[in-house]
C-alpha cells in the first residue's frame, strides 16, 4: 500500500466539519507535513486530544457528532470572536491548537467566557490537506465568485443587527423570512459576518429562505480580524448571489453587536448603506435597545424600521 493511497484513505475517513462543505474531498490528495504558518481558511487534518466545551462537531450533512479523543477531523484555521464563548487567533505554527467553533474552527484560544468552565476543546494538527500539485488547499478555492461592483438593482435588503452575542438577531431573521412569505415574496438570506458555524443557516432554510448563503460560501472560515475592504467584498458578493435567484427580498444578518469592530465598520460602511433599506436592532433589554439605536441613527445610514430579538420576550422592557 502507497504513502499516497494511505494519505488518502486517511482524509477520506475523516470528520469533515461543516465549514469545510464547499470543498470536494476529491481534491484533497496529500497531507503536507506540519510545519509552516498556518493561514485563515486553510484547511487541515487534526486528531483531537482532549474534550471541552465542543464535544460535538457539526458535519455538512447538519448532524451533530460526538468527539472522542483520538478521532481525526478535518477543519479550517480561522480567528473567533465570540462574547460568550471563546477569543481566539490563528496560531503561528502547526503546533497544537483547540478546536473553539462546532462548525470546525482550528486556532488558539487566548481568553474566554467563565461559563467555559470546560475550556476548549484540544486538537493536534497532522497536516495541512493539499491538492495534487501540493499546494495548501483553502476555502477561497472553493468559494462563490466574488463580485467587486454591483451594477444592477437589487430586491430591498434589510440587515439585523443586535447588542451583542445571543441577542436574538437569527431568531429576528427567521421570523422576517417567515413574514415575507406569508405576504407572497421569495426571501434569500446572507449571514454577512461570524464564525463558521451550521446552525444559523439550517434555521433560516427551515423558515423558508432561498438561497441561504453565508461567508464560508464566499471563502472565510469567520470574519474575525478581515478588513473593511474584505468585508465589503462579502457583502456584495453574497447579496449579488442571492439576487440571481431572482428573489423578492433579502434579509442579512451581521454577527455580535454594534461595538464589535468588524460589525462596527460595515455598519458605517458607505458600500452598506447604499445595498441596505434598513436595519432592525435585535437586543436583550430596554437599555441596550435604546443605545443601540442611538448609535445607529448617529453612525449608520439605513433607516432603523423596528426593534426585536430577547427585549421583545418581555412585556416590562418593551
Partial sequence: ??????????????????????????????????????????LVLATVTFLGQHPVLQLP??????????DEIVVAYGNRYASNQFEAEVPETLGPCHLVAGGGIASRAVSWHVNMRKGPT??????????????????????????????????????????????GKTQTCAYLVRGLNAAGLRAGYAKITGT????????????GAF?????????????????????????????AHIAREGVDAMVLEIADGVFQQETSALLR??????????????????????????????????????????????PLQV
Avoid at 494519505?7 to 503536507?32: C, G, P, Y
Avoid at 495534487?132 to 443587527?161: C, G, Q, W, Y
Avoid at 463558521?196 to 423558515?207: I, K, P, Q
Fill in 211 to 239: 438561497p441561504v448563503l453565508d461567508f464560508t460560501d464566499a471563502g472565510m472560515a469567520t470574519t474575525y480580524m478581515a478588513s473593511i475592504d474584505e468585508l465589503e467584498l462579502l457583502l456584495m458578493t453574497l447579496m
Fill in 269 to 314: 460602511s458607505p458600500v452598506l448603506a447604499s445595498l441596505v433599506a434598513g436595519i432592525v436592532m435585535a437586543s436583550q433589554d430596554s437599555m441596550g435597545a435604546s443605545a443601540g439605536v442611538h448609535w445607529l441613527k448617529k453612525y449608520a445610514e439605513p433607516p432603523v424600521l423596528a426593534l426585536s430579538g430577547i427585549i421583545s420576550a418581555a
Fill in 122 to 167: 484540544q486538537i493536534t494538527p497532522i497536516g495541512l490537506l493539499g491538492d495534487a500539485n501540493k499546494r495548501r488547499i483553502n476555502l477561497r478555492d472553493f468559494a462563490l465568485s466574488p463580485v467587486k461592483e454591483i451594477d444592477t438593482t437589487l430586491p430591498t435588503a434589510i440587515a439585523v443587527v443586535g447588542t451583542g452575542m445571543d441577542s
Fill in 196 to 207: 463558521g458555524a451550521g446552525g444559523d443557516t439550517w434555521l433560516l432554510t427551515d423558515a
Fill in 61 to 70: 450533512s447538519g448532524r451533530g457528532k460526538q468527539l472522542f479523543p483520538g
Fill in 1 to 42: 500500500m502507497t504513502q499516497q493511497y494511505c494519505n488518502i484513505s486517511r482524509i477520506q475517513n475523516a470528520s469533515w466539519a461543516f465549514a469545510t462543505r464547499r470543498v470536494s474531498r476529491d481534491a484533497a490528495k496529500v497531507i503536507l507535513p506540519a510545519e509552516g504558518v498556518p493561514h485563515p481558511g486553510d
